[in-house]
């Protein structure tokens, strides 16, 4: 256990390449800018699939 814990330490320190801020931040944005894209598709899919089955339960509901 403590070899493992020697290995990792050694391989976050020296082998890990990091990102720097900017990087950090551009990439920040592209995860923020499409988690809202795909927030936006699932909204509008939830409405419509709503839309459609309120419409057949009223179409069925008046046979």
Do not use: H
Request: net charge negative; aromatic share 12%; glycine share 2%.
């Amino acid at each position: 256990m403590l070899k493992y814990i020697k290995e990792s330490y050694n391989e976050l320190v020296n082998k890990v390449t990091w990102p720097s801020f900017p990087q950090l931040q551009s990439s920040t944005i592209v995860v923020m800018v499409a988690s809202a894209i795909f927030a936006v598709v699932v909204l509008a899919m939830d409405l419509t699939f709503e839309n459609v089955m309120e419409f057949i339960y009223k179409t069925l509901g008046n046979l």
